[in-house]
């Protein structure tokens, strides 16, 4: 059984995952990526994961990104991860944005638009079309760049130190995006005009805040899994 998620105060292989995401909703997100459907009745984590042929580590890790602000996992943790099923899981949310999330929020765009004045609707079209252009290069990059380059050192081939690389470029692209969703979050806060419901007008912020918080979290799962398994990686190849 994995130490790390026995000694973990959040979750236990043995609690029920209807449990879980009763007491931690983030967790949502995070099972279609995986592959967990719902409908799991009282079966437990650990159940579920050997079922849906999940690794009960993998399932931890990223289940605590995003339940614990202040996690960061431990080079140990990350070895016990195979790099090529976090970069499955991050390709599946890459695919999950741009799918259904992105998707879902422009449907909101039509209802919100049509009765705002010209200018207003004008400025906030621009904004999101600029957010997801940012958010579009950056799942380029990783699926271009950062992906092949952890494939290249998991089979040895790999020579060229690009950790620093990485992170530099990781970080201006995720300032870009989170400055550039904050951007369009108030001006959707301030400038909905009254013509709109009210309900209309909730869901949108809502989904907007909620889009905020899970990009924050994938962002997350760079900083604090990807960036430090690359580095661990590069100095294991260089040994």
């Not at 009745?41 to 159940?47: A, F, N, R, T, W």
């Not at 007008?201 to 604090?224: C, F, P, Q, T, W």
Request: hydrophobic letters at 35%; a negative charge; aromatic letters at 10%.
């Amino acid at each position: 059984m994995d130490s790390a998620m026995n000694t973990n105060p959040y979750l236990s292989p043995k609690m029920k995952m209807a449990d879980a995401i009763n007491q931690y909703h983030s967790l949502l997100t995070v099972l279609p990526r995986l592959g967990i459907p719902l409908g799991f009745g009282e079966k437990s984590i650990e159940q579920l994961c050997t079922e849906q042929h999940v690794s009960l580590p993998l399932f931890t890790l990223i289940s605590r990104v995003y339940i614990q602000t202040d996690y960061y996992p431990s080079i140990e943790e990350l070895r016990q991860c195979p790099m090529n099923d976090i970069l499955q899981y991050l390709q599946q949310s890459h695919q999950d944005y741009l799918e259904n999330k992105f998707p879902h929020i422009e449907q909101h765009f039509n209802a919100l638009l049509e009765p705002m004045d010209k200018k207003y609707s004008t400025l906030i079209v621009n904004f999101y079309k600029e957010f997801k252009k940012e958010v579009v290069k950056h799942f380029q990059y990783e699926e271009k760049v950062v992906f092949p380059y952890m494939r290249q050192i998991l089979s040895e081939n790999e020579t060229d130190n690009g950790e620093h690389h990485h992170k530099s470029a990781f970080q201006q692209q995720h300032d870009d995006i989170e400055d550039t969703l904050n951007d369009l979050t108030n001006l959707l806060l301030k400038y909905i005009p009254a013509e709109v419901s009210s309900s209309e007008r909730v869901d949108m912020l809502l989904d907007m805040y909620a889009l905020s918080n899970d990009i924050g979290k994938h962002a997350m799962m760079e900083d604090r899994i990807l960036l430090p398994y690359i580095q661990y990686l590069e100095s294991q190849s260089h040994d």
